[in-house]
C-alpha cells in the first residue's frame, strides 16, 4: 500500500512544534526499510534540540526513538520482512566499514542520526511520524522478542543502549557503589543497568523530588545533590564512589561526578556536552590515578546483550515511563517535557 502523505510532528521554531502532513516516507534504495510506527518516544535530545537548533531547519521531522512494523523492503534487505515487529538505533551505519567491523558505529561515514537536521552528521527524516524509512536497515534494525512490549522497545535505540554502555565501561566489579548524576530517563535506566549488572550501592543524584521518588521505588539510593557527597562516603568508608556515571553532561555534570569519585575511580560521561572546554580537576586526576571516559550508546554493538536483561524481566522499562498518549496529543506532550511536567512520554500510533 502506498500513500502520498502521512502525519509528522515537525520543528517549527525555537521551542514549538506542530503536527503537519508532510510527503510520506518511501523506499529510496536497496538497503531501505519502511516501518509503520506504532509507538514514538520524545527524547531530552529533542527537547535540547528545541531549545538550541543551531543545525535544525524548521520543518525537519523530529525523533529518533520508535517501534514500528515493517511495511516494505528494499530488494537487498535479507534480515526483515513486512508485518516483522522492530525497533532501531537512533542513528545509521553501514555495517561494512572498519570501524562498523570494530563495532564503532558512531564513526562510520554513513552516520545519520533520525530527526536531528545536521546536528550528528548527515540529516535523516526522523521517527515521529506515521512512517519511517530506514536507510542499512540490516544493520540499523532488531527484531524485538515477544516478551519485548512495544512501550520498553522504545528505549531500545537510545536510552537503553546509552545505560548499557555507561555501565560497560565503568569497569564496576560486583559489590561496587556507582553513583549517577541525573534522574532523568537516562539516568534512572543506567540505575536499573547497574543493579542488574551486580553493582552494589546504586546511589542516583537528582534535584527533583518526584524523579527521586521513581528512583527510590526502582532500587536505587536516591538523593538532593547537596546530600550526595555525604551518602556516598558513609557507603564507602569515606572513598568516595567506585563509578560515577554523568548522565547530564556540560561542567556540571563533570564537576558533580568528580565530587563523588573516589581515587583510581572511573567517570562515565553519557551526557551532552555543547561546550568546547571546560574545567578539569588535572592535579588531582594524575595524583588520584582518575580515569574520564567519554561513552555514546551504540545499539547496534550492544542489543544481544541488553536485549536479554529485559525479556528476561531483569529490567522494568516500563516504569520509566510517565505516560502513553495518542500521536495527535504530541504538541501538548513536548509542553509538558519542556516543563519539567512530565519525564517520558511515548507516543501512540
Ligand atoms: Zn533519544
Ligand atoms: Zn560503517
Redesign the pocket.
Known amino acids: 500500500m502506498t500513500r502520498a502523505t502521512m502525519k509528522a510532528v515537525v520543528y517549527d521554531g525555537p521551542e514549538r512544534v506542530k503536527i503537519a502532513t508532510v510527503p510520506a516516507a518511501e523506499i529510496t534504495g536497496p538497503d531501505d526499510v519502511l516501518v509503520r510506527i506504532t509507538r514514538t518516544?520524545i527524547?531530552?535530545?529533542?527537547l535540547g534540540l528545541l531549545r538550541h537548533p543551531g543545525d535544525l531547519p524548521t520543518g525537519t521531522i523530529l525523533g529518533?526513538?520508535y517501534v514500528g512494523v515493517v511495511e516494505a523492503i528494499g530488494s537487498s534487505v535479507r534480515g526483515f520482512r513486512p508485518g516483522d515487529r522492530v525497533s532501531g538505533s537512533?542513528f545509521t551505519a553501514c555495517g561494512r566499514c572498519w570501524w562498523c567491523r570494530r563495532g564503532d558505529h558512531w564513526e562510520c561515514k554513513s552516520r545519520a542520526f533520525f530527526g536531528t537536521g545536521t546536528s550528528f552528521g548527515r540529516a535523516l527524516d526522523g521517527a515521529q511520524a506515521e512512517l519511517l524509512r530506514v536507510p542499512f536497515a540490516d544493520v540499523v534494525l532488531q527484531h524485538l522478542p515477544d516478551a519485548v512490549s512495544d512501550d520498553a522497545g522504545i528505549f531500545f535505540?537510545?536510552?537503553l543502549a546509552t545505560a548499557y554502555a555507561a555501565i560497560s565501561r565503568a569497569d564496576i566489579l560486583p559489590g561496587d557503589t556507582v553513583a549517577i548524576v541525573g534522574g532523568g530517563p537516562v539516568g534512572l535506566v543506567t540505575s536499573m543497568v547497574a543493579g542488574a549488572r551486580s553493582a552494589g550501592p546504586v546511589v542516583l543524584v537528582e534535584p527533583l523530588e518526584a524523579r527521586r521518588a521513581r528512583a527510590t521505588s526502582l532500587g536505587a539510593l536516591a538523593v538532593d545533590p547537596v546530600g550526595a557527597s555525604s551518602l556516598v562516603r558513609s557507603l564507602t568508608d569515606g572513598r568516595g564512589a567506585d563509578a560515577v556515571i554523568d548522565a547530564i553532561g556540560g561542567g556540571l555534570g563533570l564537576s558533580a561526578s568528580f565530587g563523588l569519585i573516589r581515587k583510581r575511580g572511573t567517570i562515565v560521561s553519557v551526557g551532552v556536552h555543547h561546550d568546547d572546554s571546560s574545567a578539569f580537576p588535572t592535579r588531582r586526576a594524575f595524583a588520584e590515578e582518575l580515569t574520564l571516559r567519554f561513552v555514546i550508546g551504540d545499539s547496534m554493538r550492544d542489543r544481544d546483550q541488553f536485549t536479554a536483561l529485559v525479556s528476561t524481566g531483569l529490567l522494568d522499562l516500563d516504569a520509566v515511563i510517565t505516560r502513553v498518549v495518542p500521536f495527535d496529543d504530541a504538541v501538548g506532550a513536548y509542553a509538558d517535557l519542556l516543563a519539567q511536567r512530565a519525564m517520558k512520554i511515548v507516543l501512540a500510533l
Not at 527524547?43 to 529533542?46: A, F, N, S
Open positions: 518516544a527524547c531530552g535530545t529533542d529518533h526513538e537512533d535505540g537510545d536510552v
